[in-house]
């Protein structure tokens, strides 16, 4: 499914926090959302997925305005993993997960085989099956943050929204994290704040300063010396890796 932005305008009281952004995203797209911290990204990525209403501009999913789908409707669509969302802490991992399944049932429906395959491929897909019955607050950062990526998938969503999805997690797992949002055959927007990994795997990248759109495109089109020191404001190299013929950034430190 595709997301459309036109003209998205939100802020605060006086303050202008996501100022006149438009975007396309085109379905089974991963877009990458970056920007320094406070440049707008959890509140663009919160327009995105309905959560939030612009003062100005519209969002549509699919050709239809977001405003025009029904709650359930929508849950049934879209998933969005919080930066260090909260849970209920006397709960198991699985049942976490099978939060995920809610827009699916009807108030009284019964849990199905498919609710149940569904459960299971989420916990293996973030490597947490093992782990299904440990209680929630026993957990580690990293399987908290994996847990609540598999709930988003367990909800078997045609467009997810990730702010932050790495956080707290090892370097093995940041990887097989983005490398299943890449393959998914569904569409993504991830705010990331490793700008290699934006590069390794999102097909395009859109970067906010001060709550606009300064510059998108691939990777390689996005992603130069130039663009990391007037946004980022850092001096660092850019060659293509190696491996895989993407933008690899090194940090010049003195
Ligand atoms: N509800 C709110 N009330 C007041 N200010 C807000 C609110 N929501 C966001 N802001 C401000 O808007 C700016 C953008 O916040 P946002 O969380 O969208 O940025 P971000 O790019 O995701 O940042 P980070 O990289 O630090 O996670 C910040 O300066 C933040 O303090």
């Given at each position: ?29 991963t ?6 911290n ?52 006397n ?12 827009p ?28 299904r ?55 993504s ?66």
């Open positions: 499914m595709s997301v459309r932005a036109e003209n998205l305008v939100w802020g605060v009281k006086r303050r202008v926090i996501v100022d006149d952004v438009s975007l396309v995203v085109e379905p089974n797209e877009l990458g959302l970056i920007g320094p406070g440049s707008g990204k959890s509140s663009l990525l919160r327009l995105l997925a309905g959560l939030r209403r612009p003062a100005r501009g519209t969002v549509a999913i699919n050709g239809k305005p977001i405003a025009g789908y029904g709650g359930k409707e929508l849950a049934r669509i879209v998933a969005f993993v919080q930066q260090s969302a909260s849970t209920d802490t709960v198991a991992v699985e049942d976490v997960v099978r939060l995920g399944r809610t699916h049932r009807s108030a009284l429906g019964a849990w199905t085989p498919l609710d149940g395959d569904a459960v299971r491929r989420a916990l293996e897909q973030v490597d947490m099956f093992t782990r019955g440990q209680r929630w607050q026993t957990l580690s950062g990293g399987e908290r943050q994996r847990a609540h990526i598999g709930r988003a998938l367990a909800q078997e969503p045609s467009i997810m929204f990730l702010d932050e999805p790495t956080n707290h997690l090892d370097i093995h797992h940041q990887i097989e994290i983005l490398r299943l949002v890449r393959d998914l055959k569904i569409t927007i991830v705010a990331l704040h490793d700008l290699n990994l934006a590069s390794l795997f999102c097909d395009r990248i859109v970067v906010l300063e001060a709550g606009r759109i300064v510059a998108s495109g691939r990777p390689e089109a996005v992603l130069t010396e130039d663009l990391l020191r007037d946004v980022f404001k850092v001096e660092a190299r850019v060659r293509r890796g190696l491996d895989h013929g993407k933008p690899e950034i090194s940090f010049a430190v003195a």
